[in-house]
């Protein structure tokens, strides 16, 4: 179920690179609100803009003008330890190359994001152990991640995302990097989270996790061009979708 409440929200948000006739336009004049529990899918092509949209959505880059809130509190304005503190504690992150500390066993990993915000080390370590039961991995807890596969390494960061119970979880291409048993079971993990009621925001070019969210929004040069709700009989779950059985 979704409120009208907004977790996310932009206006006018803008960023630019470079001057003159270098100018380059990344994100160009973007509205968008995201309300609690709703799963947006970005797509576009290569370069249309849709990773940099998704870094201003987290506060990773800082954008060129217009306006951006998160739960109701001004992003765009906000000093750099505010925001640090708020990404850290609201956010989760997952991205297509994982991110996740080679030194550190899966159980580690999942368990930094709450030890960096302040959580004692027993509630870190519980809450990580059941975020890795729940993607799946409860017994490659003690696994560094040279020894997991890209699928499972992708889980494990499904998970880390989740540790601080996040308000929006923003991915990145969650399953460009995967092998199709791999996508099936990284897909079956967004639906579920969906299901629960998770706030999701994911920049894809893979029809097939698109086909999984509430709206589809289509990007060109920055902007938005179009965009598709997914309702009723027009959502597709993933048991329906070919070549994702067995």
């Known amino acids: ?23 380059v336009r990344a994100v160009d004049d973007v509205r968008l609100h995201v309300a609690q529990g709703e799963s947006v899918a970005i797509v576009g092509p290569s370069g249309c803009g849709k990773s940099t949209l998704l870094y201003l959505l987290g506060g990773l880059e800082r954008p060129t003008s217009g306006t951006l809130q998160l739960a109701g509190e001004r992003l765009d304005q906000m000093p750099e330890s505010r925001l640090a503190r708020l990404r850290r504690h609201a956010l989760g992150f997952v991205f297509q190359s994982y991110h996740l500390v080679e030194e550190l066993t899966a159980l580690e990993n999942v368990e ?11 509630k870190a370590r519980e809450r990580a152990t059941g975020l890795l039961e729940d993607v799946g991995l409860g017994d490659r807890a003690q696994h560094l991640p040279s020894a997991l596969s890209g699928g499972q390494r992708q889980r494990v960061a499904v998970a880390r995302a989740l540790a601080n119970a996040p308000l929006a979880v923003l991915a990145d291409e969650p399953t ?7 996508t099936a079971d990284v897909l079956r993990l967004f639906e579920q989270l969906h299901a629960r009621g998770q706030t999701l925001v994911v920049v894809t070019h893979d029809e097939r996790i698109a086909a999984t969210a509430d709206r589809v929004i289509s990007m060109r040069d920055g902007r938005f061009v179009d965009e598709t709700k997914l309702t009723g009989g ?13």
């Open 176 to 182: 460009g990097n995967l092998d199709s048993a791999a």
């Open 1 to 23: 179920m979704t409120s009208d409440q907004p977790v996310l929200s932009a206006s006018g948000l803008s960023k630019e690179y470079g001057k003159g006739a270098a100018l």
């Open 234 to 246: 027009t959502a597709r779950s993933l048991t329906e979708m070919a070549g994702l059985e067995g």
């Open 112 to 122: 930094l994001p709450a030890l960096l915000a302040g959580s004692s080390p027993r």
